[in-house]
């Protein structure tokens, strides 16, 4: 089976990154002037993805926005001669019908968010990507993740080993140490406190799921921050199929706190040769503030 779909959620309120968040969704926020959503699309077309799923909420207008046609301003760029940036915009338009949206109604957690998707995924296997989980790759993560799953045909995360004081922030695997990067889960916890930890290795937000994932999140059961988590419903699945953790190759940046968010945009800014002329010196200054 290839992964053909893939599902993002997208209906958070973004309270961390209030006001900026009140009326678009936290994924439309930029880094450097890309929003985080479209560096999640842009990896799944890389990675071999040919449709896409948003499960949206009430930020659903300004993602629709951004990947639907505006006509007033392709005219004005147009007739201002902008080809360049009229090609930019226009190239974020994808193939008519490849994107779908559908509604989660409450914000119930990311297992519900997922669970929206399941008339629409069927029975495949799809993936699911988090943009506020940024990787810079040579290979995109997710496509990394994809020859993975030709050779495993079994549900896989991605993983990355934390700070033992970080494991409340993420879904916590109890495996063993990773062999070329792979280790089959025995079980998972969500957000566990340092000390009830089973490992290090935590979750990042890239998923392949198996079809089978959404007869479990069916049950709607109640786990960690009373929400429906998508680690519990896979630490149900473990009992029935097998499921791989991958540490993927590339550099994450936790754009869901402001910190992080920051630090991308740093890092992303200076990647860029016209802007690091500008950036260098003006952060050294800066710096000796400190
Ligand atoms: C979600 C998942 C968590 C995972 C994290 C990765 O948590 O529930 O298991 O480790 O994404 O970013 P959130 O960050 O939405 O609280």
Known sequence: MKVRKAVFPVAGLGTRFLPATKAIAKEMLPIVDKPLIQYAV???????????????????????NHFGH????????????????????????????????????????????????RNIVGNEPFAVLLADDLIEA??????????????????????????????????????DPLV???TKIRGLVEKPKPEEAPS???IIGRYILTPEIFDILEGKEVGAGGEIQI???????????????YRY????????????????????????????NRLLPFIRD?????
């Open 42 to 64: 842009e990896e799944a077309y890389a990675s071999g993805i040919t449709q896409i799923i948003f499960v949206t909420g009430a930020s659903k207008k300004s993602i629709e």
């Open 70 to 117: 505006t006509y007033e301003l392709e005219h004005m760029l147009l007739a201002r001669g902008k080809d360049a940036q009229l090609k930019e915009v226009q190239a974020l338009i994808p193939e008519s019908g490849s994107i779908i949206y559908t509604l989660q109604n409450q914000p119930l957690g990311l297992g519900h968010a997922i669970w929206c998707a």
């Open 138 to 175: 040579d290979t995109p993560v997710l496509k990394q993740m994809m020859e993975k799953f030709d050779e495993l045909q079994s549900s896989i995360v991605s993983v990355v080993e934390v700070d033992q004081q970080d494991t409340s922030k993420y879904g916590i695997l109890d495996a």
């Open 180 to 182: 070329n990067n792979v």
């Open 200 to 202: 290090n290795l935590a």
């Open 231 to 245: 680690t519990d419903a896979m630490a149900r699945l473990l009992k029935t199929q097998d499921v791989y953790g």
């Open 249 to 276: 190759e590339g550099t994450r940046f936790d754009c869901g706190n402001k910190a992080g968010f920051q630090m991308a945009n740093l890092a992303f800014s200076l990647d860029r040769p016209d802007m690091r």
């Open 286 to 290: 800066l710096i000796k503030k400190y």
